[in-house]
């Protein structure tokens, strides 16, 4: 997520290229299957468009950073809340 939120669209191989340009061991079939489970999470969309090569899925974010991270933290502590009633708002009060 954090290189589509930079790149704003991008290909798998995009993605690959930034990965392994920052030294990072992944194989590009890890890249697609992630991407696709992405799309599948309505977090990204992907458009097919003409290249080089022929036809590739160009990926763009559906939603903000902002937003993923409000969502991330609401069902964190929601299964907290879930799993240990009450002990995450006793430990909020104590955080503040």
Do not use: Q
């Not at 290909?11 to 799309?39: F, P």
């Not at 799993?83 to 955080?95: C, D, N, S, Y």
């Amino acid at each position: 997520m954090e290189i589509l939120w930079n790149e704003g669209t991008t290909t798998a191989r995009g993605v690959y290229d930034i990965l392994r340009d920052e030294k990072k061991n992944i194989r590009r079939s890890t890249i697609s299957i992630m991407m696709n489970r992405l799309c599948e999470r309505n977090l990204i969309e992907k458009n097919i468009e003409k290249g080089r090569g022929g036809l590739k899925y160009v990926y763009k974010v559906r939603v903000s950073r902002d937003d993923f991270e409000e969502e991330v933290v609401s069902k964190i502590l929601t299964s907290l809340n879930d799993t240990f009633p009450g002990k995450v708002e006793t430990h909020m009060r104590k955080l503040h």
